[in-house]
């Protein structure tokens, strides 16, 4: 079932690694199919040199399993959430890269300092609300999905394809998996550019909106003008 799918997504798992964004088993990648309802995740705690493409689970949008005898990742909650109230993006990646790490745990959005960061967000990386003892104790990933969903209102998911969950770590989505990775490795690099940027100058100011805008906007939206056609 989901044949390409269950390979785009375990293909993504390793990108993590291969990228040096995952060590051990600390990240996820998952993947949605919008005409079937079903999400293809990596298995909990799988070391990464065994996993196969048929050790990925399937699971329904609410995150019960149709496919697979291995439990799916702990955070399966966090990614069906994010699928349930995102209708446009297609999967889902989890690291605890480092630097934006560190900012998560820092509490503090990435600023966009410059061009590089504003070619893939038009403004700063946010950050979540730091989660309640209650929404910890309670179902803890799926809150930390609605922390995500909450700190997004008013934004498209596709315009800012990254949050920080305060404390924790980012989660990055896209349209596809290999999308969803490739956020994963921009949001660690901004992550250590800005941290750089303010080791230099702890005075530095975000980029002037009119630069900003012109790097996001010759690649996104209708006025696009960046690649080729
Ligand atoms: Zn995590």
């Known amino acids: 079932m989901l044949q390409t799918l269950r390979t785009e997504v375990y293909e993504a798992n390793l990108e993590l690694v291969r990228r040096g964004l ?5 990240g996820n990648a998952s993947g949605v199919s919008r005409e079937e309802g079903l999400i293809v995740i990596k298995p909990s705690g799988v070391p990464y040199e065994t996993m196969r493409p ?5 699971t329904d949008l609410n995150g019960q399993t149709v496919e697979g005898t291995l439990r799916p990742s702990s955070d399966l909650p966090t990614h069906a959430a994010l699928y349930r109230a995102f209708p ?5 990646a989890h690291t605890h890269s480092r630097h934006a790490t560190a900012w ?13 960061h504003a070619d893939y967000f038009c403004g700063a990386v946010p950050v979540t609300a730091a989660l309640t003892p209650a929404e910890i104790e309670g179902d803890y990933e799926a809150n930390t999905g609605l922390a995500i969903i ?5 934004r498209d998911p596709l315009g800012c394809p990254a949050a920080l969950v305060a404390g924790h770590a980012p989660f990055c989505w896209g349209k596809s998996a290999a999308d969803a990775v490739h956020t994963a490795v921009i949001v660690e690099e901004l992550a250590a550019m800005a941290w750089q940027t303010l080791t230099i100058n702890p005075a530095a100011r975000p980029l002037a909106t009119e630069l900003r805008d012109k790097h996001y ?5 209708p006025n696009a003008y960046y690649g080729q056609k």
């Open 22 to 26: 995952v060590i051990y088993t600390f």
């Open 54 to 58: 048929a050790d990925m689970v399937i």
């Open 88 to 92: 446009a993006i297609g999967a889902v």
């Open 104 to 116: 998560a745990q820092a509490g503090r959005e990435i600023p966009c300092f410059g061009t590089t």
């Open 150 to 154: 909450r700190v997004l209102q008013g």
């Open 217 to 221: 906007f010759r690649k996104h939206g």
